[in-house]
């Protein structure tokens, strides 16, 4: 395994960093715009989308649902899967 550079590195800090933030503008949209995330079963295959039609991809939604403000709203249909509808919990004061 090849030793990374500083330039490797930075490079890859800098695209984590990028989905990390893309991550968190997303959920605060949720929150602002009260949208929910959603799996379109279609017949080319399945597709995240938001509430408002919006595709969001699958690497995007594994860090989404990570998130500890994003919650499940409904069941999989199976162990191991991730749920169909997300939505991000707000706390009412």
């Known amino acids: 395994m090849p030793i990374p550079t500083a330039a490797s590195l930075r490079r890859q800090r800098s695209k984590i960093d990028a989905q990390r933030k893309y ?9 602002r715009e009260n949208l929910s ?3 379109c079963l279609q017949p080319d ?4 989308r938001l509430s408002n039609g919006r595709v969001v991809q ?3 939604v594994r860090r989404l649902v990570q998130q500890h403000e994003v919650i499940g709203c409904g069941d999989a249909l199976f ?3 991730l749920g169909q509808v997300y939505r991000v919990a707000t706390s009412e004061k």
Request: aromatic share 4%; no cysteine.
């Open 37 to 39: 995330l959603h799996l």
């Open 58 to 60: 699958d690497a995007t």
């Open 79 to 81: 162990d191991g899967v």
């Open 45 to 48: 295959g399945s597709h995240w």
């Open 23 to 31: 991550v968190e503008r997303l959920v605060e949209r949720m929150k």
